[in-house]
């Protein structure tokens, strides 16, 4: 069974960046697809971005489209968000999430395993 965890979180200034990343262990993390979601105080998680199996195909929510960037690398059983110009409206816990089945997942029910989060909190 893969575990995840992820670091990277942080307080920055709206305007500013971070990387997260999100460790799996275990040798069969390239059989994941990824995504990373967040969910704010009283708001249900959502799903802010997605990549295959092997990173052909991505997915990011409207809000985070040309800000964050989500990429893995297998070798280093890794998945990456770089998020640039943050928002105080993109403070959350974050967390990554892995799924067998191939292709994209939109929603947390169609992720198999989770990390245990990262905050991210931005100031105005």
């Known amino acids: 069974q893969v575990q995840l965890v992820e670091s990277g979180g942080g307080l920055v200034q709206a305007g500013g960046s971070l990387r997260l990343s999100c460790l799996a262990s275990g040798r069969t993390f390239s059989t994941y697809a990824m995504g990373w979601f967040r969910q704010a105080p009283g708001k249900e998680r959502e799903l802010v971005a997605a990549?295959?199996?092997?990173?052909?195909?991505?997915y990011y929510r409207d809000s985070v489209k040309g800000r964050f960037t989500i990429s893995r690398d297998n070798a280093k059983n890794t998945v990456y968000l770089q998020m640039n110009n943050l928002e105080p409206e993109d403070t959350a816990v974050y967390y990554c999430?892995?799924?067998?089945?191939?292709?994209?997942?939109?929603?947390?029910?169609?992720?198999?395993?989770w990390g245990q989060g990262t905050q991210v909190t931005v100031s105005s």
């Open positions: 990549i295959t199996r092997i990173g052909v195909q991505t």
């Open positions: 999430a892995g799924r067998v089945a191939s292709g994209l997942g939109f929603s947390p029910s169609e992720y198999d395993i």
